[in-house]
């Protein structure tokens, strides 16, 4: 999980240290809200991360994370 349009800034990007430092205000404050996962993630948004993958040409952990992901929303 992660902010749209933050997982896919390179490492060389020069906003990569204000991404990281935004994306973790973000999960302090949602940790703060009490607002589990599986409030978020839906089938849907899973096809959209299958598709988010493919598009790119992903990673071979791609597999085992959806899928441990998916396990944990039942």
């Known amino acids: ?3 749209m349009g933050w997982n896919d800034v390179p490492a060389a990007d020069p906003r990569k240290t ?3 430092y935004e ?3 973000r999960v302090m404050a949602i940790l703060r ?3 589990l996962p599986r409030r ?3 089938r849907r948004s899973l096809q959209n991360a299958i598709a988010g993958v493919m598009a790119t040409g992903g990673s071979t952990n791609a597999v ?4 441990a992901v998916a396990r944990g929303a039942l």
């Open 1 to 3: 999980m992660s902010p």
């Open 18 to 20: 204000e991404v990281a």
């Open 23 to 25: 994306t973790g205000r």
């Open 33 to 35: 809200e009490g607002l």
């Open 40 to 42: 978020i993630i839906t």
């Open 64 to 67: 085992l994370h959806l899928l």
